[in-house]
């Protein structure tokens, strides 16, 4: 049985993911606490206005440095291996009994019905957002 750790996971990367999602939740933050502070401290609008587009722009091009670290990371993390898309739960098509209980066979058809599900939803969604464009 294949080590739980050698799922075609990078470690490194995964740890260094970790840390990118850390810092663009902080990002993320401090752009909501910008928009929360407004236009504060200084003493003409013009001024205030300046700097508070300064200070968002800055803050919004953080969010977007930290989201591309953590899209460039995650491409190094790798994909779990497809033999065991279900993780611990593929532990169970060892079940000795497996012809009394086909507990494994059954949570692999939930699981390829639930994507077969999603996959669906999104080309729908994706559908109507066209729709609803050409409307307006």
């Not at 993390?77 to 593929?90: D, I, M, Q, R, T």
């Amino acid at each position: 049985m294949a080590d739980p750790l050698s799922v075609g996971v990078n470690l490194e990367a995964f740890s260094q993911a970790i840390s990118a999602i850390q810092a663009l939740r902080s990002s993320v933050s401090r752009v909501f606490d910008c928009l929360k502070d407004g236009m504060r401290n200084k003493e003409t609008l013009e001024g205030r206005e300046k700097a508070f587009i300064a200070h968002f722009q800055d803050n919004l091009h953080s969010v977007n440095r930290d989201l591309n670290e953590l899209e460039r990371l995650s491409n190094l993390v790798g994909k779990p291996s497809e033999n065991h898309p279900l993780h611990n739960s593929g532990l169970l098509s060892l079940d000795p009994v497996q012809d009394k209980t086909p507990l494994y066979s059954q949570l692999l058809q939930a699981y390829k019905w639930s994507n077969k599900i999603r996959r669906a939803l999104t080309t729908r969604v994706q559908t109507l957002d066209a729709g609803a464009a050409e409307l307006q």
